[in-house]
């Protein structure tokens, strides 16, 4: 599960960083194409800046370079958009829909569609081009409910301590249940904030209506190996310490009040 969270924060924090970035690969056409097919289920929310499809050659991504970012967002009213994109032929290992608020920064929360490999651990599903298949076809599938956030969980973070130097990224996050296995990770987050900066730490996940039966915060040293995530607290059922709290949250509704306790000698375990 830390290696499946570690490949994500990075892939979000990559890309947040080259958001609403064009990406210039070289100005020569390139001689491989995707072309994807993306099926929407309900509208966009209001506060949509736009949707661009964003293709990985290697993942987890290094660096925003690596990436192929649609340069213009997807037709935001229709139900079916068929987008084309030119690559360089060669391997690619996830395509992804991200979302981008008028409001807040897009992070990891904020993927609305990412194929995932039944046959391969449910990792990633990418696709390879070459010069006896140029064209590959690829369908993505996306509920714009994933990311029309209703509700709102607030609360404070309090850490027993100062933040340790080497400080990568410090994360909070909310899950429609409790992760078990590498590809909940994604497929339950709810919420995510990663500019935990301070202690105490107010904090405000806008979420959608419905349950939410995990409020965990996670750590990331710098150079970080993909065993090196920590989970360092979560939001204790106060009937049941130790034990995650479960939420019901209605359209609309705030709930304040969601403390949470981080324990930093957590990280060495």
């Known amino acids: 599960m830390k290696h499946f969270i570690i490949i994500l924060t990075t892939i979000s924090l990559v890309v947040a960083l080259g958001s609403r970035c064009n ?10 194409k ?19 499809l964003v293709v990985i050659p290697q993942f987890p991504p290094h660096a925003i370079n690596e990436l192929y970012h649609s340069p213009n967002s997807l037709p935001l009213d229709q139900d079916t958009v068929v987008v084309e994109m030119e690559l360089p032929f060669g391997k690619y290992e996830a395509i992804s829909l991200w979302w ?10 904020d993927v609305i569609a990412l194929p995932l490999d039944p046959f391969n651990n449910l990792l990633p599903l ?12 690829m369908d993505l599938f996306a509920n714009w409910l994933r990311v029309d956030r209703n509700a709102a969980i607030e609360g404070t973070i309090y850490f027993n301590g100062p ?5 990568l990224a410090t994360a909070v996050a909310a ?3 409790k ?18 900066d301070s202690n105490p730490y107010p904090y405000r996940l806008p979420v959608r209506n419905g349950n939410v039966d995990y409020i965990a915060v996670f750590w990331l040293p710098e150079r970080a190996s993909l065993s090196d995530f920590r989970t360092i607290g979560i939001y204790e059922d106060p009937e049941q310490p130790g034990k995650p709290a479960k939420l019901s949250i209605r359209a609309g509704e705030i709930k304040t009040g969601i403390d949470i306790y981080a324990d930093w000698s957590l990280i060495n375990h």
């Not at 990418?126 to 076809?137: V, Y």
């Not at 933040?163 to 400080?167: H, L, M, W, Y």
């Not at 992760?179 to 935990?196: A, C, G, Q, R, Y």
């Open 126 to 137: 990418g696709f390879e081009i070459n010069q006896e298949q140029p064209i590959a076809q």
């Open 179 to 196: 992760p078990e296995n590498n590809v909940d990770f994604l497929v339950w987050l709810k919420s995510i904030d990663f500019t935990i």
């Open 34 to 52: 995707l072309i994807a097919t993306v099926y929407f289920r309900g509208t966009a929310p209001e506060n949509t800046q736009g949707i661009y």
């Open 23 to 32: 990406i210039d690969h070289g100005i020569a056409p390139l001689p491989g």
């Open 100 to 109: 981008y608020s008028k409001e807040t920064e897009s992070n990891l929360a």
């Open 163 to 167: 933040f340790p130097e080497n400080t």
């Open 175 to 177: 899950y429609k249940f």
